[in-house]
C-alpha cells in the first residue's frame, strides 16, 4: 500500500485542525462560567474543558468517535439510541428508492434514444424537476402521501427516487448513443433490426456509463432519503437523528449521525463499485 | 445465385447512377453518371483524391445508401434485397471489434444476429479464423491485438457467413507499409482460395495496381469515373510482380488517370 503514507498525513492534519478549532470554538463557553464565578483560566486549565463539554459548538474528534462507537455498538440495535437501528431505516427507503429511481432513469434513458418525441420532451422536464430545490418539495411530497393514507418509507423512497433518477436517464442515454456511426452500419449490413442492435450493441456499450451513473445515483439517494427525514416529525432514521439532534443542541449526535450517514455512503458506493468490477470483469471491459 | 439477365456472369452493375445529398450549404453530387459492371471473382479497386465518392459508391452497394438516379443492381436484385440475402460482407477503415467480445465472439457476433445454430457458429468461426492466419486466437480480446490482426479479424467477420461479395474500404489504410504488404499478400491468396468478388477502395496506386483485375479511377466535384483499367497481370502475383514492366505500366496509366480527373477541375 504505497498509498497509505499520504493518506494518514492528510488524516492527521485535518484532525489537527479540528482539535484547534474545536478548543477555539468551545473557549468562550469556558471564559463565560469562569467570569461568571469570577475566575481566571489559564491556558492549561481551558484546553482540557473545551474538549470535554456536554453540548460543545464543535466536538472534539474523540467525542464524535465515542459518540459513533456508543451509537453503533454500544446499544442493542433494536434500541431506538442505536444508530445502527437509524442507518437501517435509512438505508431501506435509500434501497427501495434507488431501486425506483434507477428503474424509471434506465427506462426514460431507453425511450428517449429510440423515440424521437421522448427525446424532445422528456429531457427539459427531467432537467427542469432536478432545479427545483428538494428542500422545498420533500415536505410537500410527504405532507400530500401522508393525507392520502401513504406513509412509512413509500414517501421517503419517492423523494429519494426523484433525486437518483436524474443521473441514470443522463448516463445511460449518453451510454446508449455511445456507439459510433460505423458500429451501426456494421448491424445494418447484417440486416440487423433495432431490437438485436439494442442488445448487442447499445446495451453492452452503455455499462460503464451506467455505472458511474448509478455511483451517481445512490449517493443522490441517500441525501433524498435524509431529506425526507427530516420533516416527518423526526420519528426514525438518520434525517430524524440529525433533527432532534439540534432540537436540543446534542451536537455530539449530530456529528455521530452525520458520520453515520457517511459511512453508509461509503459502503453504497463501495457497494456499485464491486457490482461495476465484476460486470465489466465478465465482460472483458475492466483490465 | 441468380446471375444477371442483362450481362451474364455480373455481379454488380451501375447504369447512369446518380446520388445527390441534401446538405446545409446545398447540394452535394457525390456521384454523377456512373457506369460500371463487375463481374463474378473479379477484384476491383476503386482509386481517387478524397471526396471522389469511393466510399459513397461502395456504400450504395451494401444499401447504406440509396442512389437518387439511375439504377444499381446486385445479383441481379435490388442493393437492399441483395442484403436481405446476405449477399456482403463490409470491412471499414477502423476493425470496429466490439471491445467486450473475444475475438471469436466478434466474429460470431454476424453468424447470431442471422440465427445459425450454435454448432454451425463454432465451426464457421474456427474455419475463418483459420483463413486469416488467427487460428488459436480466438479467446483473446481485441485490445490484446495488434492493429493488423484486428483488422484480419473483421475480414475474418465479414466472411464468416459466406457473402459472394467483399466490400472493403481503406481496410490498410490506418496500417503501416510493412504490415500492408503483408496483407495485401493474404488478401490475394484469401480471394484466390474463395473466389469472393471484392470491391476495394484505396488511396495508394501500387496497391491497386497489385491487387486488382479491375482498377477504376475516379475522379471528384462531382463524384464519377475517369477510366476503367482491365489489368493485363496474371491472378498468381508475388509482392516482387511489383518491379516488372506491365506493373510500372499500369501504374502509369492509373497516374495519368488521375492526373487528368484533376486537370479539367481547375
Ligand atoms: N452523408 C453525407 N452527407 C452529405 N454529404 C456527404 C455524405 N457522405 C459523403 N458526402 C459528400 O460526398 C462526397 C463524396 O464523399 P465520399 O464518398 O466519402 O468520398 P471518398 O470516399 O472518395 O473520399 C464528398 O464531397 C462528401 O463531402
Ligand atoms: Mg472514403
Redesign the pocket.
Known sequence: MRNLGPILVVLAAIVALWYLAAVWMNAAWVHDQAARDGRAVTLAELVPLTLTQERPVLPAPHQVAKGLYDGLFGQKVTSKRSLVYHAWVTLSATGLGFVIGSAAGMLLAVGIVFNRAMDLSVMPWAIASQTIPILAIAPMIIVVLNSTGVTGIVPKAIISAYLSFFPVVVGMVKGLRSPDAMQLDLMRTWNAGALTSFAKLRLPSSMPYLFASLKVGIAASLVGTIVGELPTGAVAGLGSRLLSGSYYGQTVQIWAALFAAGLLAAGLVALIGWAEWVTLKRMGLAR | MRDNAAVPGAVIEARGLD?V???ADGP?Q??KDVNLTINKGDFVS?I????????????CIAAL?HATGGSLTVNGMTPDEARMRRAYGYVFQAAGLYPWRSIAGNIRLPLEIMGFSKAEQAERVERVLALVDLAGFGKKFPWQLSGGMQQRASIARALAFDADILLM??PFGALDEIVRDRLNEELLKLWARTGKTIGF?THSIPEAVYLSTKIVV?S??P?RITDVIDSPLPRERPLDIRDSREFIEIAHRVREGLRAGHGDEV
Open positions: 446520388l445529398f441534401q446538405t452535394v457525390a456521384l476503386f481517387g483524391p478524397s471526396g471522389c465518392g469511393k466510399t459513397t459508391f461502395l456504400r445508401e474500404d481503406e477502395v475516379m471528384p466535384r463524384g
